[in-house]
C-alpha cells in the first residue's frame, strides 16, 4: 500500500535554530499538507498546498513557517528559528483530490517528533 | 468556520465489548467525516469514512453512523480486541477549504483482556 514517508522521525534542536522537515507524499497524490500534534493534544492544521503554491493556512503557519516543494517528489516544512513551543509531533499528508461533492481521504506519513531545547 | 466535539475522551472496555465514540460537528454544509486511529508513535490513519449521502457504514467490526439532522457521527466498535487499544480520532472537513480537516480531541481507547 503507498505510503507517505516522513524524515527525520525524531529532531532535537536548539532555540533558535532552522529546522527543515522532510516528506515524500504519494506519487500520483495532488493535495499536501502539514499538521502538528502538541504532546496530547489534537492534530491541528498547518498548512495546505496545491499546484506549487500554498492554498491555505492556520493562524499557526506564522512568518517562521514555510514550505517548499522543491522537486517533483519531495515536500518540505521549514521553521526559520524554532521556539520552545514548537515542540511537536509534524505530521505530512496527501490526498489524491479534493471536491466540493467528493472528498478522498488523506494519508498521513509517521511523523518527525520535533524537540526544541 | 466547523467545530468538531468529541466524547468521550477515555473509554475503557473488556474484551469482546463494544466500544462507541460520538463526535459532533457544527456546519451542517460539511459532507465527509472520517475516524482516524493513532497508535503510539504513529499517524493517524484512516480506518472508515462516511459521506453526507448515506446515514450508516460498516466494515467487519467498525461501523459509523451518520445523523445530519443532529449534526453527529458515531464510531462503533463490536467484539472489541486489545489491538484496537489506541487514541481515536474524528474530523470534518473546513467546507470551502482545500480539504483541511478539523479534528476532535480524540478519546484513548483501552480494550483489557
Known amino acids: 500500500e503507498p505510503e507517505v514517508t516522513q524524515t527525520p522521525s525524531h529532531q532535537v534542536t536548539q532555540m533558535g535554530q532552522e529546522v527543515i522537515l522532510r516528506c515524500v507524499p504519494i506519487?500520483?497524490?495532488?493535495?499536501f499538507y502539514w499538521y502538528r500534534q502538541i504532546l496530547g493534544q489534537k492534530v491541528e492544521f498547518l498548512v495546505s498546498?496545491?499546484?506549487?503554491?500554498?492554498?491555505?493556512k492556520s493562524e499557526i503557519f506564522d512568518d517562521q513557517f514555510s514550505v517548499e516543494r522543491p522537486d517533483g517528489s519531495n515536500f518540505t516544512l521549514k521553521i526559520r528559528s524554532t521556539k520552545l513551543e514548537d515542540s511537536a509531533m509534524y505530521f505530512c499528508?496527501?490526498?489524491?483530490?479534493?471536491?466540493?461533492?467528493?472528498?478522498?481521504?488523506?494519508?498521513f506519513g509517521s511523523g518527525t517528533r520535533l524537540t526544541v531545547v | 468556520g466547523e467545530n468538531v466535539e468529541q466524547h468521550p475522551s477515555t473509554l475503557s472496555v473488556q474484551e469482546g465489548d463494544s466500544a462507541v465514540i460520538k463526535c459532533t460537528y457544527s456546519?451542517?454544509?460539511?459532507?465527509?467525516f472520517p475516524w482516524y486511529k493513532q497508535e503510539l508513535g504513529k499517524g493517524p490513519q484512516l480506518i472508515i469514512d462516511?459521506?453526507?449521502?448515506?446515514g450508516e457504514k460498516k466494515d467487519q467490526r467498525i461501523a459509523v453512523t451518520l445523523n445530519k439532522t443532529a449534526k453527529h457521527f458515531s464510531l462503533h466498535i463490536t467484539e472489541t480486541q486489545p489491538e484496537d487499544s489506541a487514541v481515536y480520532f474524528c474530523?470534518?472537513?473546513?467546507?470551502?477549504?482545500?480539504?483541511?480537516?478539523?479534528f476532535g480531541k480524540g478519546t484513548k481507547l483501552s480494550v483489557k483482556p
Open positions: 499528508a496527501s490526498s489524491e483530490g479534493v471536491g466540493s461533492l467528493l472528498f478522498y481521504g488523506y494519508t
Open positions: 506519487s500520483n497524490h495532488l493535495y
Open positions: 498546498f496545491y499546484n506549487n503554491e500554498i492554498s491555505e
Open positions: 456546519d451542517s454544509a460539511s459532507n465527509y
Open positions: 462516511i459521506r453526507s449521502n448515506v
Open positions: 474530523a470534518a472537513p473546513v467546507v470551502g477549504s482545500q480539504g483541511n480537516l478539523i
